[in-house]
């Protein structure tokens, strides 16, 4: 009984050594979070009078990652392409005495003009609504605010679905739930449509990483798009001198009128 006593306490005296010896000075107390890095195929997209769209190829790397999570699927990547911001109206239209009017608007607040995104599968499957929603990622959470909005909200949810949807129809919202594959354990390839209508200025391409459906790092990169040749002449005289532009604009309709009416005359 003695000798079990004994053993007991020099048990119990060796339990704080051996917590002890999990931690050694200068090694690190937490895992090393995981990395992402981008690159994209080109910095600079060129719009010229034949552009019918595009498609552009973003690469990625991951780092730290663990190779067990990574091996059964637990790590995704999202990939957006976002267009400048500006604000933009919506207008509901209505039937008053058998003339369509616009009868009311709202405008949102700073939203992408254009929004291509890929995903390593649905992005409702890899995590929740209130995460996406949080990171502003996808169509259903970018967010809409509505500028000087007074009211009670009644309307609220139709004008942001109804932006969605024109949006959507006219190609300038875009997703493609497969669109990123892994093509090895750390690399992955992107791919990105970008439609004919594409705005000019500086777009943003972002890339999110989340693991085991949380949210983990980001990495953005600007992408440059620009019209060239005749287009950017006639968009440079527009912005630049709108008074000569319209003069010429009006001799030009003058003079394809008139010589339309000769060409057409009957004697």
Known sequence: MTR???FAIALLCLLPAV???????????EAVREGLEIGTSTSEIAITSDFHGADLTIFGALSNTDQLLLA??????VVVLEGPREDATVRRKERVFGIWVNTRSMTFEAVPHSYSMSSSRMIDDLTTPLELTDQGIGIDHIPLTPVGFVGDGSNLG???????????????YDRNPSGVRFVSSNLFKASLRLPANIPNGVHTVRAYLFKSGLFVTEKS?????????????ITDAAHEQPILYGFAAVLLAVITGWGASLIFRKD
């Open 158 to 172: 139709e004008f942001r679905d109804a932006f969605r949807r024109l949006q959507q129809g006219g190609g300038l």
């Open 19 to 29: 917590a002890g010896a999990q931690w050694l000075p200068g090694q690190a107390t």
């Open 221 to 233: 990169l600007p992408l440059r798009v620009i019209k060239t040749g005749i287009e950017q002449t």
């Open 72 to 77: 059964i699927g637990q790590y995704d990547v």
């Open 4 to 6: 079990l006593l004994t």
